[in-house]
């Protein structure tokens, strides 16, 4: 008996499509793995369920039952509690508070704090023992670890005694303990015939866990298998696609022999990653590779100065680096561009040439500017990476996200860094924009530059780096050379149990 | 799994770190305790009760209303209005009072009119910004104008009495007690029912975050237009005090009393951003506001460095409020 049908579930962002075609089928008492690499759509089902994204079409069937979602809180009469990936809380409010906020015991307007205590006492009491130090009813969640945010995530999710459950990685951040606690709560949600959705990227809780495993490929549903007549290789084989395995490699730039290392990293380790250690020789592209958030941005981002890293040691051309802060790396010869523009990429509001320059100032310690002689160091960098503008004096909101983004690459164009680092350079850019920048990148390690680069699409990955380390669970797992590089390896690196 | 091991934090504060984390308006406390310390050396008369009630009097409008403003601030939200507002209430009751005569019904009736009016007012701005999604700041500055002209046609110009009857109750006492203390203790016990309320906890919720909220299942619009309307009831409230005060009816009397407000929020250790603060914090906020324009006159300052003076000891307290929170957290 089926408790959750979607139909041909669809929904787009302008030209993204999130979701193509979703039909999925969910039985009571069962629980049901959506699998899927970063940005196939799990998520957005998920929160199409959830009532918190209105799908463009397509029909929701609930106990034999078509419904309209038309929001979280018709969700939650409709009996779905979903834990969000990014999580649902409110950082100055107390566990207790948190976990009944959806549903407050009250007594006419007034908060019933007694029966608050006690609803919020009962799902705490599920994860007794495994909460860790510093967590109580009435701790305040900002002051809790990332694991206990997420578990009280979890019991916010549970209090709402819901008949679907859904939990888009509620495990990312739990340890073995309290992951053990959770899926035995989970097996005792599906005696009482509950239905739930799991989402997990750790092959081994999937195995633990589920049922039946829907795997999902760019937005579309590729398959369901049940776990008991599956392996991990075939359910990577459905994430990889029958086309993609059989396809060779990209051709690796060839190693070349005594290429010098421009950056030598040993045992750095900082907040979100520990013991990185790895070489980029001259003329490279080293890719990072993983799922999201493993520490790749981390590392990338603590080279650069942005971030503090705790410990360990880095050369850069045979020099010691400290990479304490960005002025000093980029006057050493770093260079980082991040896929998050708006953050650290675009000088908002500014015209065109302001944002070429910001670089070169620095290195050169620029204190006056003579705007014809800047703008003859900025169109070449702007021309060779084909980058479409109107005028140097233009606003640089002016431009497409594709044309954005070469204006901040181009700016380390103009005085040649030894090391560039990509922190997942292309996101939010069009096809056009992405070749030309691979182009350029290969050109630019082809001229001797060391670059590294972090892609959350593997394809990008896969197509443009010469060697590939996977992280997970902020370290490095495996490092994939020449044949090896293989959307197979890189998955079964990246999903394994950390 | 290696999970990542974020650096331990310290958590066994003393008993002084939690009773600031429980309280964040101890510092403003503390301030406010050595301000009326500092008005009693300067002028030992400002702390008889004579001087206090004097002082609650003045005051007890700038209270009301930094309690208006702190629902909405809880939110994340602003009221540029609120001081238009309470003109607005003032310039009503005042008319209506004047209109019908000064007896003790038609006082009544004037002040559920005067509370109506300030809740329409809260609930157009709830409006504007909740449900027609317009950024708060602006869109309540609009607002303000609007409420000030509608103030400026029922009455162009300032100076009609409000009857003795109500002024006379204000300023006086009951049985040997001045009846702005009984107004105060009412006030106190309405905060301690409005804290216990599930808007109270909500609108602290859509502060912490808008987009969690909503996915939490909150009705996030109706939250927010909640804070409004309290605030707009507030700022009626404020507006009686006014009238009490000044015993008249004047088109701008409250103008320049918003900032004032939103200073008094932020001083007693409310966040701007929304989702952490205290009504209580705010209350002595507006106190310490009071203390300083006391103090900035018994010390003797000269009249045209009085403005400067007042504003260089309000920065002084902000800063000197942020940095014993933060020394006390540590």
Redesign the interface.
């Known amino acids: 008996m089926s408790r959750l049908q979607l139909k041909g579930v669809a929904k787009s962002y302008g030209a993204t499509k999130a979701l193509r075609h979703a039909d999925l089928d969910i039985g009571a008492g069962e629980v049901h793995v959506l699998m899927g690499s970063n940005g196939s759509g799990k998520s957005t089902l998920s929160k199409i369920v ?1 009532g ?1 994204v209105r799908p463009d079409t397509g029909e929701i069937v609930l106990d034999g039952k078509p419904v309209t979602i038309s ?3 018709a ?2 009469a409709l009996g779905i509690a ?1 834990f ?1 990936q990014e ?7 107390t566990v207790a ?1 948190n976990i009944c ?4 015991p ?1 007594r006419g ?3 019933d ?1 007694k029966a608050l205590e006690a609803r919020a006492a009962k799902y705490a009491a599920l994860f007794e023992g495994v909460t860790g ?2 967590f109580s009813l009435d701790a ?1 969640v900002q ?1 809790l ?3 206990q945010r997420q578990l009280v995530e979890i019991m ?1 999710t549970l209090a709402g005694e819901a008949s679907v459950l859904i939990f888009d990685e509620a495990t990312s ?4 303990a309290q992951v053990e606690r959770f899926f035995e709560i989970l097996r005792d949600l599906k005696r009482e015939g509950r239905s739930i959705i799991f989402i997990s990227h ?1 092959m081994d809780e999937i195995f633990a866990i589920g049922d039946r495993a829907t795997v999902i490929r760019d937005g579309e549903i590729v398959g369901t298998r049940q776990i008991a007549d599956t392996t991990p290789a075939e359910i990577i084989s459905l994430m990889v696609g029958a086309q993609e395995e059989a396809a060779a490699p990209a051709d690796a730039a060839p190693a070349r022999a005594g290429a010098a290392s421009v950056l030598s990293v040993r045992n750095l380790s900082g ?4 013991d990185v250690s790895f070489e980029v020789r001259a003329g490279e592209i080293l890719g990072f590779g993983g799922l999201h958030g493993q ?1 790749q941005s981390a590392v990338l981002r603590a080279l650069f100065g942005a971030n503090p890293s705790a410990s360990g040691h880095v050369e850069l051309s045979g020099k010691p680096l400290h990479p304490n802060n960005p002025s000093v790396t980029i006057r050493q010869g770093v260079a980082y561009v991040s896929g998050d523009r708006s953050r650290d990429g675009v000088v908002t509001g500014r015209p065109i040439l302001e944002n070429v320059m910001p670089i070169h100032y620095l290195r050169e310690r620029m204190v006056l500017a003579n705007p014809s002689a800047l703008a003859a160091k900025a169109l070449p960098a702007l021309q060779a990476l084909r980058t479409k503008f109107a005028g140097l004096g233009h606003p640089i909101s002016s431009l497409s996200g594709g044309n954005q983004q070469k204006v901040v690459i181009a700016r380390w164009l103009i005085d040649r860094p030894a090391v560039l680092l990509l922190d997942d350079p292309t996101k939010g850019i069009d096809l056009s924009a992405k070749t030309d920048l691979f182009t350029l990148i290969r050109k630019l390690a082809a001229e001797g530059m060391g670059i590294v680069l972090y892609a959350s699409e593997d394809a990008e990955l896969l197509d443009n780096a010469d060697r590939i380390l996977v992280f997970n ?3 490095v797992r495996r490092e994939l050379t020449g044949a090896e590089r293989t959307r197979f390896n890189l998955y079964q690196a990246a999903y394994e ?2 | 799994m290696a999970s990542i091991e974020a650096p331990a934090r310290s958590r066994s504060g003393s008993a002084v770190k939690r009773a600031f984390e429980r309280y964040p308006f101890l510092p403003a406390l503390i301030i406010l305790v050595v301000l009326i310390a500092l008005n009693g050396w300067f002028q030992p008369r400002s702390v008889s009760l004579v001087g206090m009630t004097g002082q609650v009097k003045t005051y007890l409008a700038l209270m009301l209303l930094a309690v208006a403003q702190t629902y909405v601030i809880y939110a994340g939200d602003i009221d540029l209005s609120a001081g238009a507002i309470v003109s607005l209430v003032n310039v009503v009751i005042v008319g209506v009072m004047a209109q019908w005569g000064g007896d003790g019904v038609t006082i009544f009736v004037a002040l559920a009119i005067g509370l109506a009016t300030g809740l329409a007012c809260g609930i157009v701005n709830g409006l504007v910004v909740a449900a027609l999604r317009l950024q708060a700041i602006v869109a309540t500055f609009a607002t303000s104008i609007f409420f000030t002209g509608l103030a400026l046609y029922i009455q162009p110009v300032a100076g009609t009495p409000a009857p003795a009857a109500f002024w006379r109750t204000y300023g006086g006492r009951i049985l040997e007690i001045p009846f702005v203390f009984y107004m105060a203790v009412l006030f106190a016990i309405l905060l301690v029912v409005l804290v216990r309320t599930r808007l109270s906890l909500g609108l602290l919720a859509v502060g912490d975050g808008q987009q969690e909220a909503f996915q939490s299942g909150l009705p996030v619009t109706r939250i927010r237009m909640g804070g409004y309307a309290l605030c707009g009831v507030f700022a009626a409230l404020a507006a009686f005090c006014i009238t009490g005060d000044t015993a008249s009816g004047d088109p701008l009397v409250g103008g320049k009393m918003t900032l004032f407000s939103i200073a008094a929020v932020v001083l007693g250790g409310s966040a701007l951003a929304g989702g952490y603060g205290t009504v209580v914090g705010s209350v002595i906020g507006a106190l310490i506001i009071g203390f300083i324009n006391s103090l900035v006159f018994f010390v003797g300052t000269p009249s045209e460095w009085q403005n400067l003076v007042q504003g260089a000891a309000i920065l002084l307290a902000l800063m000197t409020g942020v940095l014993v929170g933060r020394r006390a957290r540590a």
């Open positions: 959830a918190s929001g979280p809180q969700a939650r979903i969000y999580l649902s809380l409110a950082a100055h409010r508070e906020l959806a549903d407050l009250s307007a007034f908060v704090r130090e510093g305040v002051d670890r990332a694991d916010k951040a739990l340890d073995r750790r907040a979100g990653f520990s520490g669970g902020g370290s149990a950390a």
